[in-house]
């Protein structure tokens, strides 16, 4: 289940909007610099953790999504979230960057670091967070704005200062977009493809430079060569950002990423290791059995 009208920061309400801009300008250079390590690459190649879980709760009222979920992501590597339908993939997710602070009913228990900082400590800003954290969701979602806009919009909103022309110019090349747009950048971002609205939202989610991007089944949306596009995308994007992609599509996870995450239905994280191993020899056999088709 997905709740994009509900919590896609792209869709929100103007007043929304304002509270996030507010909170930005009030935020507490402490706490921006307590998450900002500098650094988004591991030393020496050594694999490095920069999100982990301990002992994560979610509910939404009294109902769970997530029990006792205990998970180390590694640094600039491609992690799969996958599991059944209502395994609560699209909750661990936005447990991240705090997108779920925005339902309600959704409470959260144990820790949740970025950083080794947990991000639901009172002193992190959200907004602080999401910069550095960035997020896609299934739907692409330009606002009907021009490219150029959709792209600059980010660096708004954060109060980020610099050379907008460049910024743009920049991640549009490293969302491999630059060169199919570069002579309309004031045409509408609609006007685009669905593939290519695709890849505008993820130049959108990197111009502001996040450490991680989050990707709520980017390519659900997609024919099979947008698709394609977008898998070879987030492969260059592992180079420079950790990305953390929830997919229903198993072939996918186990084309495009490095660690794959096994949710099953309870909201409990039943297997977490490498994709090839995941996919070939699964410790546990409900694994085994989700991989192979028998239920799912
Ligand atoms: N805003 C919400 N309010 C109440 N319950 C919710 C809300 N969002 C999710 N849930 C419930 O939490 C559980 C996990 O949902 P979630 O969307 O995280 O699962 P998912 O694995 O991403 O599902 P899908 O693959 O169908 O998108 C489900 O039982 C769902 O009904």
Redesign the pocket.
């Known amino acids: 289940?997905?709740?994009d009208s509900?919590t896609n920061p792209d869709s929100r309400t103007d007043s929304q909007s304002t509270d996030l801009e507010r909170s930005n300008q009030t935020s507490d250079p402490l706490v921006d610099s307590s998450i900002d390590t500098g650094q988004s690459g591991g030393s020496g190649g050594e694999t490095r953790t920069v999100i982990e879980s301990r002992d994560l709760d979610v509910f939404?009222?009294e109902?769970q999504?997530l029990q006792s979920v205990d998970i180390e992501i590694p640094a600039e590597k491609v992690t799969a979230i996958i599991?059944p339908?209502?395994?609560?993939?699209?909750?661990f997710l936005r447990c991240i960057n705090r997108m779920n602070d925005l339902?309600d009913?959704?409470r959260i228990e144990g820790a949740l670091n970025f950083e080794g900082k947990n991000v639901y400590d009172d002193d992190v800003d959200p907004v602080v967070l999401r910069r550095k954290i960035g997020m896609v969701f299934q739907s692409p979602n330009p606002f009907p704005k021009s490219i150029y806009d959709n792209v600059a919009y980010g660096l708004n909103v954060q109060g980020i200062e610099g050379d907008y022309d460049a910024i743009v110019e920049k991640a549009l090349r490293r969302a491999a977009l630059w060169d199919e747009v570069k002579d309309q950048l004031d045409s509408s971002g609609l006007d685009l493809s669905g593939g290519q609205q695709q890849r505008l939202c993820i130049a959108r989610a990197i111009a502001p430079d996040p450490d991680v991007l989050l990707m709520d089944e980017p390519a659900s949306a997609l024919d099979p060569v947008a698709t394609s596009k977008i898998e070879d995308l987030i492969e260059e994007l592992s180079e420079e950002y950790t990305v953390v992609i929830?997919t229903?599509n198993m072939q996918q996870a186990a084309r495009i990423s490095d660690k794959t995450a096994v949710?099953l239905t309870g909201?409990e994280l039943a297997e977490f290791d490498n994709t090839d191993k995941i996919f070939e020899n699964p410790e546990s056999q409900r694994v085994e059995d989700y991989i192979t088709g028998k239920f799912g």
């Open positions: 289940m997905t709740q509900m939404y009222d109902t999504a599991g339908s209502g395994c609560g993939k699209s909750t339902v009913a959704a929830v229903h949710f909201g």
